[in-house]
C-alpha cells in the first residue's frame, strides 16, 4: 500500500503565508515527479506546482512568483511554501506523486486527500 498524506493547511489572511507538506510512505521503490494540484469549488482541479526528482520545477500561472515547490527525496515529501496569498487561492489542495510501487512494474499516480487552504479576511 501507498500513502500520500498533506499537512499545514488552514485558514490564513490575504498576504498572509502557508506551507503544505506532503509525505509518501508505504511499498515505493522510487518516485518521479511530485506535485500539488487544487481544486476551489465549482472549478476543474489545475496544476499548482511539480517537481520532478531531478529537481525541475514549472508552476501554474496564477501562482509563479508566489509559490515555491521543494522536494526532500530521502523523506519521500513534497513541500509548497506558499506566499502572497490571496483569496482566489482558496482551494482544496491535493498532492499527486508518479511512482512505481516495489510490487509492480509501470509508474502510475497516486494522489492524496487533500488538504483545506482558505484565504479569507
Known amino acids: 500500500q501507498v500513502q500520500l498524506v498533506e499537512s499545514g493547511g488552514g485558514l490564513v489572511q490575504p498576504g498572509g503565508s502557508l506551507r503544505l507538506s506532503c509525505a509518501a510512505s508505504?511499498?515505493?521503490?522510487?518516485?518521479?515527479?511530485m506535485g500539488w494540484y487544487r481544486q476551489a469549488p465549482g472549478k476543474q482541479r489545475e496544476l499548482v506546482a511539480r517537481?520532478?526528482?531531478?529537481?525541475?520545477?514549472n508552476y501554474g500561472d496564477s501562482v509563479k512568483g508566489r509559490f515555491s515547490i521543494s522536494r526532500d527525496n530521502a523523506k519521500n515529501t513534497v513541500y509548497l511554501q506558499m506566499n502572497s496569498l490571496k483569496p482566489e487561492d482558496t482551494a482544496v489542495y491535493y498532492c499527486?506523486?508518479?511512482?512505481?510501487?516495489?510490487?509492480?512494474?509501470?509508474?502510475?499516480?497516486?494522489w492524496g486527500r487533500g488538504t483545506q487552504v482558505t484565504v479569507s479576511s
Open positions: 499527486n506523486a508518479d511512482l512505481l510501487r516495489r510490487d509492480t512494474i509501470s509508474y502510475r499516480d497516486y
Open positions: 517537481i520532478t526528482s531531478g529537481g525541475s520545477t
Open positions: 508505504g511499498s515505493i521503490r522510487s518516485i518521479n515527479a
